[in-house]
Structure formats: C-alpha cells, structure tokens
C-alpha cells in the first residue's frame, strides 16, 4: 500500500526559504505523479505542483510559480519542494499525494495522501 510521509515545515519570516520532503514507499515515482497542495484555515485545499513520474513534467499554481520549484530523487524514492521567497499568504498545511500519471494539480486526480506539514511564513 503507498505511504507518504511530508517534512521538513516550520516557520519561516516572509522572504525565506523551506524545503519540504515527502518520503514515498510502496510504490515507484516513475509509475505515478506525485503532487504538492496546501489547505490554510478556513480555505478548500488547492493543488500547488507535481511532477510526472514517466518524464519529470512539471506543473505550478501560478502564484507559485518562479518562486517554488518541485523535484524528485528516485534513489530515496523522495519528491522535494523548494520554496523560496515565502509570502504570508503562503501559510497552509502542505501535503504531498500519489496520483495517477495522467494528472496535473486538481485535488481529485489524487488518491493517497500524506499527514501534511505546517508551513508558517510570518515576522
């Protein structure tokens, strides 16, 4: 059964960076799209990045874009997301999802899901 487990949240001043990690096992990168999304209080969870497990296509919300970047070690069976210049409005729980290889950033393209990792850009 796939597993994912999300780290490397925290809290961060606007401007700064995070890299967050998502440790996949029971399945193979290459077989799936392993997706990025974020739900803040209050707000429906939103999809922020994937790539593609066949050809390392990737995707961004644009108010990420240029400033995340979304990555993948197939050694560590890992997908990273880079995150730089942190925004307040950046605040969420971030989870990372196994979905099929077809998929883009919509939340119901996905079907298993990590337990999240709090991300809190704030001064």
């Known amino acids: 059964q796939a597993q994912l487990v999300e780290s490397g949240g925290g809290l961060v001043q606007p401007g700064g960076s995070l890299r967050l990690s998502c440790a996949a096992s029971g399945f193979t990168l290459d077989d799936y799209s392993i997706g990025w999304f974020r739900q803040a209080p209050g707000k429906e969870r939103e999809g922020i990045s994937c790539?593609?497990?066949?050809?390392?296509?990737?995707y961004y919300l644009d108010s990420v874009r240029g400033r995340f970047t979304i990555s993948r070690d197939n050694a560590k069976n890992t997908v990273y997301l880079q995150m730089n210049s942190l925004k307040p409005e950046d605040t969420a729980v971030y989870y990372c999802?196994?979905?099929?290889?077809?998929?883009?950033?919509?939340?119901?393209?996905?079907?298993?899901w990590g337990q999240g990792t709090q991300v809190t850009v704030s001064s």
């Open positions: 790539i593609r497990g066949n050809d390392d296509s990737t």
């Open positions: 999802a196994q979905g099929a290889l077809w998929a883009t950033i919509q939340v119901e393209s996905y079907d298993y």
